[in-house]
């Protein structure tokens, strides 16, 4: 029995870990590197094991950094069996079509800005540069999404190998998942976190409690912090919301489009009902991937928790509300660029990597009636770290846009428990021998390993292998 780490080791993005037992290799998430360059090119590079030689994936849920590199995977020769929840099915086809489109949009760009070059040489460059993979490969992939699991219901994924998937409360659909291995009469359990949410939110029930493990793997994003209690980060929104409105600008959030464009939704909703907000305010929802996941949000009831599940049964929609609008159209959403206030704009991406988001920011960073509003994690080397972090002045398509706005950032929104919430489940797992700490920074990951007591620490590198003790 062994395990190996070929992604999310040492970093944020990329979520990638290959457990080998009784004949069989299995896959935890086949996630895409996102941020700066060096991550970019990441994704291109072999896997570090043949895809043709794995036999199953294990998908803990739909984020890009999860499941983005399974197209990729059957692109160069997977042919087993993914299995996930019936909501992550859904919203992974959802963000695998959504990412190949922009593979194969910025593989157009990058040729023409290759021809724009006369010698020979560049352009035979650019006749070599193809998209990570296409739209067909995404699809193509969708046919091995073949068995679904529910929560808390064993499944024999193989002989010597059973799977169980536990309410991970982080997006829709979202699981940590707990193998039992064995192997030549040896067992061993071995539990993985995923992306761990945080208790009290909206929409979601909490996390699971998990069961003992002799090994866990669990992720470590705020693993060196804690965040603002969600009440007065709500009470924060509404009051910037006002603020905003009041002065005659606009409120533009970036905003991830699985859970935390739906999570807003659902408080903007609210504020606007109890009249918190004070004001009307026209608000866009302006992310094509993000309206198509709303609308899986209302398929997928059986993950609500109680309060969001009332709201529904009672005829409500829990993300509609006066003032909302869903802007697909690429002209409606230049239309929203001519709005000079009064307005609360939602784009993707959330860490400003691509998107739409990109041409709000151009537009009303320089102003100084506007605020942006970041809700979750940015990684270092994105837009939304550069904002952040308290650049003055940003580079978006070419030109440089002085920081003028109010920039907040409000942490209670993250879909990722803070130290706090990750102490509390790993302690519940009751002193495995081995935990390893994977997806987060490399302090990040310190601090918390410093946390944790009764239990060998390892924090592998890109590709390490290590036995799992029988």
């Known amino acids: 029995m062994k395990i190996s780490f070929h992604g999310a080791a040492q970093n944020v993005t990329g979520s990638c870990h290959l457990v080998e037992c009784a004949g069989k290799r299995i896959l935890i998430d086949c996630g895409l590197f996102q941020g700066g360059h060096e991550l970019a090119e990441e994704n291109a590079k072999d896997f570090g094991f043949e895809a043709e030689s794995i036999d199953f994936v294990l998908l803990t849920h739909a984020h890009l950094d999860h499941c983005g590199r399974i197209p990729l995977l059957a692109k ?3 042919i087993g069996e993914v299995i996930t929840t019936p909501a992550s099915v859904e ?8 990412s190949a489109g922009l593979q194969e949009a910025d593989a157009r760009y990058q040729k023409r800005k290759a021809k724009r070059f006369h010698s020979s040489h560049k352009r035979k460059h650019s006749n070599e540069i193809e998209p990570l993979y296409s739209t067909l490969d995404a699809l193509n992939c969708l046919e091995f999404f073949r068995r679904r699991a529910s929560y808390n219901e064993p499944i024999q994924i193989a002989a010597g190998i059973r799977a169980t998937f536990l309410d991970a409360g982080h997006i ?3 699981a940590s998942i707990f193998l039992e291995l064995e192997e030549e009469g040896h067992k061993h359990t071995l539990l993985f976190s995923g992306d761990l949410g945080y208790g009290g939110r909206a929409i979601l029930r909490n996390p699971t409690p998990p069961p003992r493990a002799d090994t866990v793997v669990m992720e470590t994003t705020y693993g060196d912090r804690l965040h603002k209690q969600l009440q007065p980060s709500v009470d924060e929104l509404y009051q910037i919301v ?3 409105i009041e002065r005659g600008g606009n409120v533009i959030i970036p905003t991830f489009a699985l859970e935390r464009a739906q999570e807003i939704l659902y408080y903007l909703r609210e504020g ?8 009307y305010a026209n608000v866009f929802l302006d992310s094509p991937m993000a309206i198509s996941a709303t609308q899986i949000f209302a398929r997928h009831p ?3 928790n109680t309060e969001t599940l009332d709201v529904s049964s009672n005829d409500n929609d829990p993300f509609d509300f006066p003032g909302l609008h869903f802007t697909r159209e690429t002209a409606d959403s230049m239309a929203i660029n001519m709005i000079n206030g009064g307005a ?3 784009a993707g991406s959330g860490m400003c990597t691509g998107g739409r988001i990109r041409h709000h920011l151009k537009h009303n960073l320089w102003n100084k009636r506007n605020s942006i509003v970041f809700v979750g994690f940015a990684a270092r080397g994105t837009l939304a770290r550069q904002i952040i972090d308290g650049a003055k002045r940003i580079k978006i398509y070419g030109e440089q846009i002085l920081v003028n706005a109010s920039i907040h950032t409000i942490g209670g929104f993250s879909a990722h428990a803070d130290q706090s919430e990750l102490l509390a489940w790993h302690k519940l797992t009751r002193d495995p021998k081995t935990t390893f700490l994977v997806h987060g920074e490399e302090s990040s990951m310190q601090v918390f390993a410093d946390k944790l007591h009764h239990t ?3 924090i592998p590198a890109m590709h390490q292998q290590y036995a799992l003790e029988k």
């Open 172 to 174: 829709l659909g979202s």
């Open 344 to 346: 609360i704009i939602m």
């Open 76 to 78: 160069r020769g997977f």
């Open 91 to 98: 919203l992974a086809r959802l963000i695998m079509l959504d």
């Open 272 to 279: 606007i009902t109890n009249q918190t907000i004070k004001q």
């Open 242 to 244: 006002n603020e905003t």
């Open 302 to 304: 059986e993950c609500y």
């Open 456 to 458: 060998q620490v390892k």
